[in-house]
C-alpha cells in the first residue's frame, strides 16, 4: 500500500512499538497513533518470568523515545471493533489509511472459583512476585516454557513449587514428548515436585483439584497452560480469522490496508508452506519491519526461520526452525547428562530444526544450515567432537 497518510497501531507491545520505529526510521513522515490497552508504556515481557520474577530486575520497560518518534499515543485505551477506514476504540472511533494489528496473545484461564494467576503483563509479574517469599507453597499449572521458568524464579525465592502438567512430559505441545521430557529431571534436581500425566479439573481456594480427584493444597496458584491470540474484538469485522488474524506473507490481512504482526498474527509461510502462528519475541521484533516496508510500498515477504529460548533450571534453552514435517531425530551428546546437549530434527536428510541446552555455538551454527536447506551427516551431527557447520553431507 503506498500513499497512506494516517497510520494506526493497535497494541502497545513489542510489535506495535517496533511497527511505529520502522516506519519512522524509513521516513514515514504522515501521522501515526498507538492505541495500547495497558497504562504503561511499551515493555519487554521475557524478563518477566525470569529476572523481573527474582527480584533482578523492576522495569522491563523498552525505553521508547515515544516523543521523537511523533507518535499519538493512546494507553489504556481499548479497540472494540473495525470497519474498512475506522477502528472503534473506548475512547472513540479513529479514522485510518492503514492499521496495524499488534494485539498479542491472552492466558487462558482454567474453570474454578479460586484466585488464579496468570503471567502475560507487567502487572500481572508485579503482583506474583510480591505473594512469592521464602516458605511460600506455590503450585504451578502446566510445565510448558513459562511454567519451567517460573518454577525456576520461585525455587531462588525460596518457594516450595510443585509443577503439574496434563502431558507425559514438559513442553511437550513445543517440541515433543521424546525431547521434552529429558527437562523432566532438571525440575527434580530444582527440588521441584513436577506431576506429569495428571491434569487439573479446577482451582480452589488455596489448591487445585486434580481429575483424578485428588487435591493439592497451595498458598498461590499460577496457570500457565498456554495463550490465546487477542483477536475477539475482530469476530465479525471482515478481517479474516484462523488462528489469530490470517495474513499472507506480506503480514496484509483480508482488509485492504490492514496489516498483523507478532503473537496476534498467522502468517502464510512459503518456507513451510502452510500457516504459521508463533508467539516469540523474535517474530515480534522483526515482522514490524516487513511490515513497515508494506506500508511504504515496498513488497517484502515475512518468512523467517523461526527462533525462541528459555532460560530455566541454569539451563539457556533455545530453539531454531521448525520441526513439523521432521522424519528424524538426533541426539547430539548425551540429554541424560542434563548439562549440554541438542537435538536436531531432520527431513530428508536436511537439518530442518534444532533445539539446544547451554550450546549457543551450536544454535548459530545450526540456523544457518537451516536456512541454507543443508544437508548433513547424521553420525557428524551427532558426534559433539564435531562443529555443527562441519556435519554438511
Ligand atoms: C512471561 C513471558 C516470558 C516470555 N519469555 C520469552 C522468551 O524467553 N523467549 C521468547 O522468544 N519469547 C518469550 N515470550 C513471548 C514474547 O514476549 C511475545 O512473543 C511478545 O511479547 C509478543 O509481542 P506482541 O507485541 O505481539 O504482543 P504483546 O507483547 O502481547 O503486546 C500486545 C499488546 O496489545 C494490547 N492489546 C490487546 N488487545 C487490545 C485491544 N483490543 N486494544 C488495544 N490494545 C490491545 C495488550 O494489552 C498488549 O499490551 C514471553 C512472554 C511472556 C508473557
Redesign the pocket.
Known sequence: MTGADKVVV???????LRTVEELRARGFAGSVTL????RRAPYD??P??KKLMTGELDDTSLRADLESLRAEVLLGH??TGLRPGTLSTDAGDIGFDALVL????TPVRLPGPGPQHV??TADDALALRALLSAGTTLCVVGAGW?GAELATAAVKRGCRVTVVEAARAPVAAAVGPEVGAWTAAWYAEAGVDLRLGEPVASIADRGVLLDNGEWLTAEVVVTAVGVRP?VD?LAGSGVELDNGVAVDGQLRTSMDGVYAA???ASFWSARYRRRLRF??????LHAPEVVAAGLLGDSAAYDPVPY???EQFGRMVQYVGWHGDADELIWRGNPGDGRKWAACWLQGGRLVAALTVSQPRDLLQARRLIEAGRTVDPARLADPAVAVRDSVG
Open positions: 493497535v497494541g502497545a507491545g513489542l510489535a506495535g492505541v495500547g490497552a495497558e515481557r521475557p518477566l518470568s481499548t479497540a499488534s494485539t498479542g496473545a503471567l502475560r513459562i487477542a474484538w507478532g503473537d496476534c508467539e516469540h519475541w523474535d517474530v515480534a525462541f529460548w528459555s
